[in-house]
């Protein structure tokens, strides 16, 4: 969905849920490096907050220094972050031990 698209929508459907007290977390992209531009572009042509509350991230990785830099390059829009959904990746059944024994 191109951001002019989001802020269609998040306009007509969500923003006004926040003029009724409820708390609004920006939309979501996947941690490709292409969803940072996308939410850049979303709230530049939001008009550079949207009425949003905090920003919501998604991340899938392995490596928890992966998710320290990811948070941070997130960091700037000076609103609370919440990690809304994550996954470990690839290698993940060798984090845990699980190689041979079905996992």
């Known amino acids: 969905m191109p951001p002019s698209l989001g802020v269609k929508l998040w306009n007509q459907y969500i923003r006004p849920l926040g003029d009724k007290g409820y708390t609004l ?46 948070v941070e390059k997130w960091s700037g829009y000076g609103k609370p972050m919440r990690l809304t959904e994550f996954a470990c990746q690839v290698r993940c059944p060798l984090l845990f031990g699980l190689v041979g024994k079905g996992g």
Do not use: R
């Not at 919501?56 to 830099?69: G, N, P, T």
């Open 25 to 70: 977390g920006s939309p979501c992209t996947t941690s490709n490096p292409d969803g940072k531009k996308w939410m850049d572009d979303f709230l530049s042509q939001c008009g550079g907050d949207c009425g949003i509350d905090e920003v919501s991230i998604h991340w899938y990785d392995v490596e928890f220094a992966d998710l320290v830099a990811y």
